[in-house]
């Protein structure tokens, strides 16, 4: 897919109407960047997780200056790489921190913005809030006692099989309910609750990171890095002190 909000060099009103609409949405994150990585548009809600004062305090920066480089410089790989492959992130869940400190799960998507030449000239996302959970629907009846077996045994990293068996469901069957009730597919899902625990246990204890690491489900230190930098855009480690600072 390819987006066009510049022309001659500027940008198009196309850019500035969807500033508008997503100021709507404070539940969204939505931004504009140019080809050296810095905020060509941004609506209210990331003015807000940023502590900034205004739009104008986040115009012409990068990530880095508005997070700090630890924080920021994820986001800043993220975007040379959609502009260098020309590919599109869709929907990857993700465990933001922003500068006031305040940490919420999302879900991303990037797509290269190119201009009248054909050329990148940056990048355009959103991140949006995963929806509250709804523990007095149906759909959550029904997956209830997947959900309290996945939760109870993290260590022995249950498998979707694993939850719709629990479930007397289809793998089919079990993510549509899953998607019903939390907005994530069930790997997201167990994804983020792999994440979430070892996330407290990291800012609640001066536990190892590969005890940590066995808790979750992960007997290789390493592909739980990977995968807590993936969904963080720190290491654990970094995370910690981050955390603690």
Same mark, same amino acid.
């Given at each position: 897919?390819?987006?066009? /909000? ?48 205004? *739009?104008?305090?986040?115009?012409? *920066? ?29 929907? @990857? ?16 998507? *990037? ?28 759909? /959550? ?40 009730? /939390? ?7 167990? @994804? ?35 995968? /807590?930098?993936?969904?963080?855009? @720190? ?8 955390? *603690?600072?």
């Amino acid at each position: 897919m390819e987006l066009e /909000f510049w022309h001659n060099g500027g940008m198009s009103s196309q850019a500035g109407i969807a500033e508008q609409l997503f100021d709507e949405m404070p539940d969204t994150v939505f931004f504009i960047k140019d080809t050296d990585g810095r905020y060509t548009a941004v609506n209210k809600t990331l003015v807000v997780r940023c502590g900034a004062s205004s *739009k104008s305090a986040l115009i012409g *920066k990068t990530p880095s200056d508005v997070l700090g480089p630890e924080l920021g410089r994820s986001y800043e790989r993220q975007d040379r790489h959609v502009q260098e492959s020309g590919e599109a992130i869709i929907d @990857l869940l993700e465990l933001h921190v922003y500068a006031t400190r305040e940490v919420g799960w999302c879900l991303t998507s *990037k797509l290269p913005v190119h201009g009248e030449n054909g050329a990148v000239a940056g990048v355009v996302g959103i991140s949006r809030d995963l929806k509250p959970l709804d523990v007095t629907s149906s759909d /959550f009846g029904h997956i209830s006692a997947a959900i309290r077996f996945a939760e109870d045994n993290l260590a022995k990293a249950p498998t979707i099989g694993d939850m719709a068996a629990v479930a007397s469901m289809s793998v089919y069957q079990l993510d549509r309910r899953m998607q019903q009730v /939390f907005g994530l597919t069930t790997g997201q899902w167990i @994804l983020k609750t792999r994440i979430g625990h070892a996330r407290r246990y990291l800012i609640e204890s001066d536990r190892p990171i590969a005890e940590i690491a066995l808790d979750v489900g992960y007997s290789d230190q390493s592909a739980f890095t990977r995968r /807590f930098r993936r969904a963080t855009g @720190l290491s654990p480690s970094e995370y910690r002190r981050i955390d *603690k600072a």
